[in-house]
């Protein structure tokens, strides 16, 4: 096939570049969060500090995984495949690491829903528990919603990972039914067992047809994925129904500061959503 004009972006040296231009950036702005969270200052934000640094070097993991894997999506008319752009080179022991690094792609690109979850869970507990602007004026204590937090998020990164392992791992089928477009625009053979990817393949080549159905396991697993990410998307906007109404309500007293200073934080993480 003709090489398209745009190949350029994410071929390299551009793709390379770029990558590391972005996780140095990363590094550099979430370090510098560090810094202003472990000054004296940052004592006013309370149990809210944690969860920033939290984000800070969840983001941070995220970008390294990034320019470990250096990821390329291509897209099919029956899913995507998802692998490594030097995939095939990253052999240690004779062991191909391809499929472990996408897999760890996925656990730390997900966190960065679940982590901007917990930012709305806990600006609704603190406007709604009035001006102490903390998690310690709930009836759970910060050491108790630090315990359910890690509890979450690791049932949550394990879940997709979990999934991703079981029913999107490369198999003969998704391998037989490769692209031939895939090593004309990457240079990668996928067929090549050294090559790991993850694939979500809602159609497999019948083994008694050999035509492309439906397949079961895939649609089950992409349906489960959905719904677990559906619901932390579910969870933020409880969170910004709830509160809107806090903020409007007469209920719940706050200084014109105080006020002012809740809105400013919350428009903050609706930026984010958006």
């Not at 990034?66 to 995507?80: E, Q």
Request: net charge neutral; glycine share 4%; with cysteine.
């Amino acid at each position: 096939m003709s090489i398209p004009p745009y190949a350029w972006v994410f071929s390299d040296p551009f793709h390379s570049i770029f990558v590391i231009c972005t996780t140095s950036l990363s590094f550099f702005s979430n370090f510098c969060l560090l810094f202003i969270i472990s000054s004296p200052a940052s004592s006013q934000l309370g149990a809210y500090r944690y969860l920033l640094a939290s984000f800070a070097v969840c983001d941070m993991m995220t970008s390294a995984t990034h320019a470990l894997v250096l990821p390329l999506v291509h897209m099919t008319s029956y899913g995507f495949y998802f692998f490594p752009q030097h995939a095939g080179r990253n052999i240690l022991f004779g062991v191909s690491l391809d499929t472990p690094l996408c897999l760890l792609f996925v656990a730390t690109y997900y966190q960065t829903f679940i982590v901007l979850a917990f930012h709305f869970v806990y600006r609704c507990v603190t406007v709604k528990s009035g001006l102490s602007g903390s998690f310690t004026a709930s009836r759970l204590s910060t050491f108790q919603w630090a315990l359910i937090a890690l509890v979450v998020y690791c049932l949550y990164t394990s879940f997709f990972v979990g999934v991703s392992l079981i029913a999107l791992t490369p198999s003969e089928e998704t391998r037989a039914i490769v692209p031939p477009e895939v090593f004309d625009l990457y240079g990668v053979d996928l067929t090549n067992p050294n090559c790991g990817f993850t694939v979500a393949s809602i159609k497999q080549r019948n083994p008694f047809t050999c035509e492309m159905a439906w397949h079961a396991p895939t649609l089950v697993a992409e349906l489960l994925l959905f719904l677990v990410f559906g619901g932390t998307g579910s969870v933020i906007l409880y969170c910004i129904i709830q509160i809107s109404r806090a903020m409007r309500s007469l209920e719940i007293e706050f200084s014109a500061t105080s006020r002012q200073l809740q809105k400013n934080l919350f428009h903050a993480l609706l930026i984010q959503v958006r």
